[in-house]
């Protein structure tokens, strides 16, 4: 596999600036570790979102391989790159029963295929490198990391409910979350009973193996969306039906409370929770070619909480081709500034910070979309490489 010169460029003028400050010291670094660091430096800019070219490298020749197997280069690249690429997508379809499905956005991406029946199964959050699943038949969740193949199969809670919603999170303290692989989590599940004024918040930890209740009267018919959560700060925020208001769950306190929807949010702008542009609390609907975003403003001693609301025209970022009939907005990638839409013509992301329009995938019946995103370096793939 040949890098791309650009790549060599760089690496190179990193090299002789190494080479002029030990000349500068007086000493002169052996020419085997120079080699190394050119070969490092070329490797870090691999890109992530291809994760088969690390893969590939490593078996280029045993140099490569040896850079590439010190447990210091995983750390290095997930530094040098920052936030996790996106290796794929989640998709959930309503068609003859409910079924998940995994699409990776490499080809060559090495995922471990999940060995339960999808078709039977429903994803309810992807977060941390992990995706939560929830079984139709039978009853129960599973925890599954695409790039492991690691499988948890939980207890589902034990009181009864009708709506809900739920998240996976990665529990390891002092975690950056780039490389969640294998440690601690915890899930999140919210859910409301019979009566639908009484909303639960159950707490899963790996550690302990034990489901923790949290109970609260919210005042009003609480009926948890099945559409993607948001994490934002030190709490999840789950979408009620109805437009009713918006369920947080405070992860430090462990309790419950609800915001109430914008005055001009209406049940016909079929919304989800998202990231606004500061990175807190964030709500999008679509009314026919018009986005609604509007971003959770808290109150201080002066001043009451707030919505600031806006609107962007699709017309003007959509293809032509897209626009048959009023795109639906299925999803968002949490942290960022993007949102997913199913149109005539496939399903499109958006970027809204920048207007850029990226075709993911080809048309079909889909009620959501999680991206999956993570870092997969060649020491979480070791399995895949021929043994030395």
Request: charged letters at 20%.
């Given at each position: 596999?040949?890098?791309?010169?650009?790549?060599?460029?760089?690496?190179?003028?990193?090299?002789?600036?190494?080479?002029?400050?030990?000349?500068?010291?007086?000493?002169?670094?052996?020419?085997?570790?120079?080699?190394?660091?050119?070969?490092?430096?070329?490797?870090?800019?691999?890109?992530?979102?291809?994760?088969?070219?690390?893969?590939?490298?490593?078996?280029?020749?045993?140099?490569?391989?040896?850079?590439?197997?010190?447990?210091?280069?995983?750390?290095?690249?997930?530094?040098?790159?920052?936030?996790?690429?996106?290796?794929?997508?989640?998709?959930?379809?309503?068609?003859?029963?409910?079924?998940?499905?995994?699409?990776?956005?490499?080809?060559?991406?090495?995922?471990?295929?999940?060995?339960?029946?999808?078709?039977?199964?429903?994803?309810?959050?992807?977060?941390?490198?992990?995706?939560?699943?929830?079984?139709?038949?039978p009853t129960g969740l599973v925890v599954w990391d695409p790039i492991?193949?690691?499988?948890?199969?939980?207890?589902?809670?034990?009181?009864?409910?009708?709506?809900?919603?739920?998240?996976?999170?990665?529990?390891?303290?002092?975690?950056?979350?780039?490389?969640?692989?294998?440690?601690?989590?915890?899930?999140?599940?919210?859910?409301?009973?019979?009566?639908?004024?009484?909303?639960?918040?159950?707490?899963?930890?790996?550690?302990?193996?034990?489901?923790?209740?949290?109970?609260?009267?919210?005042?009003?018919?609480?009926?948890?969306?099945?559409?993607?959560?948001?994490?934002?700060?030190?709490?999840?925020?789950?979408?009620?039906?109805?437009?009713?208001?918006?369920v947080k769950y405070d992860l430090a306190k462990q309790d419950?409370?609800?915001?109430?929807?914008?005055?001009?949010?209406?049940?016909?702008?079929?919304?989800?929770?998202?990231?606004?542009?500061?990175?807190?609390?964030?709500?999008?609907?679509?009314?026919?070619?018009?986005?609604?975003?509007?971003?959770?403003?808290?109150?201080?001693?002066?001043?009451?909480?707030?919505?600031?609301?806006?609107?962007?025209?699709?017309?003007?970022?959509?293809?032509?081709?897209?626009?048959?009939?009023?795109?639906?907005?299925?999803?968002?990638?949490?942290?960022?500034?993007?949102?997913?839409?199913?149109?005539?013509?496939?399903?499109?992301?958006?970027?809204?910070?920048?207007?850029?329009?990226?075709?993911?995938?080809?048309?079909?019946?889909?009620?959501?979309?999680?991206?999956?995103?993570?870092?997969?370096?060649?020491?979480?793939?070791?399995?895949?490489?021929?043994?030395?």
């Amino acid at each position: 596999m040949a890098p791309p010169q650009d790549l060599i460029d760089d690496a190179t003028a990193e090299i002789l600036l190494r080479l002029r400050l030990t000349e500068y010291h007086g000493a002169m670094a052996p020419p085997q570790d120079l080699i190394d660091d050119a070969t490092a430096e070329i490797l870090l800019r691999l890109p992530p979102d291809e994760p088969a070219c690390l893969v590939c490298a490593a078996l280029v020749c045993k140099p490569w391989r040896r850079v590439l197997s010190d447990p210091a280069f995983p750390r290095r690249y997930r530094a040098f790159h920052g936030a996790p690429p996106l290796l794929g997508f989640l998709l959930n379809r309503r068609e003859f029963d409910h079924s998940a499905e995994f699409v990776p956005t490499a080809p060559s991406f090495p995922f471990h295929p999940p060995e339960f029946d999808c078709d039977h199964w429903w994803t309810l959050d992807c977060r941390h490198g992990r995706v939560l699943f929830h079984s139709i038949d039978p009853t129960g969740l599973v925890v599954w990391d695409p790039i492991t193949g690691d499988e948890h199969y939980l207890p589902k809670p034990e009181y009864e409910y009708l709506y809900h919603g739920a998240a996976v999170l990665c529990a390891a303290e002092g975690c950056d979350h780039r490389d969640c692989h294998g440690g601690p989590f915890l899930v999140v599940f919210v859910g409301a009973d019979d009566n639908r004024k009484v909303t639960r918040a159950s707490r899963y930890s790996s550690d302990t193996g034990a489901w923790s209740d949290t109970e609260a009267y919210l005042g009003f018919p609480c009926e948890i969306e099945t559409s993607p959560c948001l994490l934002a700060g030190d709490a999840l925020y789950f979408m009620t039906q109805l437009c009713l208001g918006i369920v947080k769950y405070d992860l430090a306190k462990q309790d419950l409370s609800v915001i109430e929807t914008p005055e001009d949010y209406h049940y016909g702008l079929v919304g989800t929770v998202m990231t606004a542009e500061g990175g807190g609390l964030g709500l999008a609907g679509m009314e026919d070619y018009s986005l609604h975003l509007w971003s959770w403003q808290s109150g201080t001693d002066d001043t009451d909480d707030d919505w600031l609301h806006k609107v962007v025209d699709l017309k003007t970022l959509l293809p032509v081709r897209a626009l048959s009939t009023p795109p639906r907005l299925i999803g968002f990638a949490e942290g960022s500034n993007t949102i997913f839409l199913n149109t005539y013509a496939g399903v499109f992301s958006v970027e809204l910070s920048s207007g850029k329009v990226k075709k993911i995938g080809k048309r079909g019946r889909y009620y959501s979309i999680l991206p999956y995103m993570s870092f997969c370096t060649p020491d979480l793939a070791e399995p895949l490489l021929p043994q030395s």
